[in-house]
């Protein structure tokens, strides 16, 4: 393995996560020989053009049998229906990884595969990404800084979670160790209802039959704030939710319990409405204390 | 008046807002002098530090009696409570406008006041601010490139129409007519919904008993762009959201049901999910471009 923490890294998924890891872990040095996998061999080729990988091809079993780590970061539904297969195509004493935004269903998925002569498997989540999507917007530095969630079951094998560990804070971010049903109720609060918001938000404008003319020449900086993310990647988001939707479900009903509450407070102004938002403001306030 | 658009300049409550616009009609010579008004002899003293007045007084009667043009920028319900005062106290031609967040009660207020030897009401409100308040975060930059919304009604003197309308063009701001009605029909939707669902976030989380240590370490940039706008002024927001509250409703409903399509959705993602993201995240896309 020399100084590399992984010889030859596969990456199945070469978009906007998958490509910056591409760059990460060249610019870090941390493996020898990355390979990307995908299906679209236009898509495989930009991501040769960026240079976030050294070779391609379009053939999954092939491009992860030598790999002495296995990073799958396609849409997470599509994750959970390859890994039985990638599991079994790796090679004895590989791990296999992947970016996806929920954890349960990919951690049992990755779990059901006995590892006696396959990959070893441990769920990663890197709380990184944008409103855009595609290799052509990958970067190096897409996870510094940023949270990155390692899961651990009874199931997990400990050597195999240590580098895995170990990786991510080699690209500078934070691991957060969680079992994955409490991952996907933490991101279901912090991550998948604020943009649930702001798709809602921008569906109730779309709602209102205002001129969208007229909308997007009085909007300020609160309403793009507030709503920049809704323009993510749909088929990212359609798995996301429908793959966490009970957890979705039971955070989304805290909201509409806050907005009952606010509306409610509007009725009287200084008993009832002004301490909510004094205790909203003093909240998000500390939000911002490092 | 020679070069100046109105050569005394009555400030009413020197905040954010109030001291922004003393610095920039400074900055553009609109004014020849500045008066600021307020109840706080503190915060007076902050806004001549600054540069934002001339000079400061906490007599509202004698700060106005004898400006050309008196802009009242303090909360929206202090602004209804004072104007009639405000009106009755102008000298005979001069201009009252505001930076209320509402427009249908202070316009009313404003127009009750039979201006045959007051002042003129026409009614203002720059779509301009930020999550920090008071004097010391004015910047004479504040308006520029923002939208503001100046009302028309059928009892405007269009003269001093026209010179407030001038008046904000020449700090840079895009102006746009409106009956105040319509006014607070729209910044219900573009506005007011958004920091609600911005307070409303944040006091979900904080109901969902998660440590705040725990949330603050994992939160990542969706979630901070979501909120920015709940750490405002509980204050300011308190009079906005009870001032608006039947039109906010009416736009918390379209919003509800948004929740609703999109949670009803989640049990079918390609069918019913997908599409509703795909049009959000069209609609997010287009009011991007200008």
Redesign the interface.
């Known amino acids: 393995m020399g100084d590399y923490a992984f010889r030859e890294l596969a990456i199945v998924g070469v978009g906007l996560l998958g490509g910056s890891l591409g760059l990460a872990c060249k610019e870090s040095k941390l493996c020898e020989k990355i390979v990307g996998i995908g299906r679209s061999q236009e898509h495989l080729d930009d991501a040769l053009a960026v240079g976030a990988v050294d070779t391609v091809t379009t053939d999954l079993v092939k491009g992860v049998s030598r790999a002495d780590l296995i990073v799958l970061c396609t849409p997470v539904?599509h994750i959970v229906s390859i890994i039985p297969q990638v599991m079994r195509a790796a090679k004895h004493g590989a791990i296999v990884t992947d970016v996806g935004s929920t954890k349960g269903s990919i951690t049992a998925a990755g779990e059901a595969v006995t590892p006696r002569r396959g990959g070893r498997f441990v769920g990663s989540h890197p709380?990184?990404?944008s409103e855009h999507s595609g290799v052509r917007h990958a970067r190096p530095n897409l996870f510094a800084g940023?949270?990155c969630?390692v899961t651990k079951t009874p199931r997990t094998d400990l050597a195999a979670f240590a580098r895995i560990c170990r990786f991510w804070q080699e690209l500078d971010s934070?691991v957060?160790i969680v079992r994955p049903d409490r991952h996907d109720r933490?991101v279901a609060?912090?991550?998948h209802?604020?943009?649930?918001?702001?798709?809602?938000?921008?569906?109730?404008?779309?709602?209102?039959g205002?001129d969208?003319n007229?909308?997007?020449?009085?909007?300020?900086n609160?309403?793009?704030?507030?709503?920049?993310?809704?323009?993510?990647?749909?088929?990212l988001?359609?798995?996301i939710?429908?793959e966490n939707?009970s957890e979705?479900?039971r955070?989304?009903e805290?909201?509409?319990?806050?907005?009952d509450?606010?509306?409610a407070?509007?009725?009287a102004?200084?008993e009832r409405?002004?301490p909510?938002?004094?205790?909203?403001?003093q909240?998000?306030?500390?939000?911002?204390?490092?």
């Open positions: 539904r709380m990184a990404g940023s949270t969630f934070r957060v933490l609060l912090i991550s209802l604020p943009h649930l918001l702001a798709v809602a938000l921008v569906r109730a404008v779309d709602a209102s205002e969208r007229l909308i997007r020449g009085i909007i300020g609160g309403f793009r704030d507030t709503t920049r993310i809704a323009h993510g990647h749909p088929a988001w359609r798995d939710f429908s939707r979705i479900g955070v989304a805290l909201l509409r319990n806050a907005l509450d606010l509306m407070g509007m009725e102004p200084e409405l002004e909510l938002l004094e205790q909203a403001s909240y998000r306030g500390f939000l911002d204390h490092r």
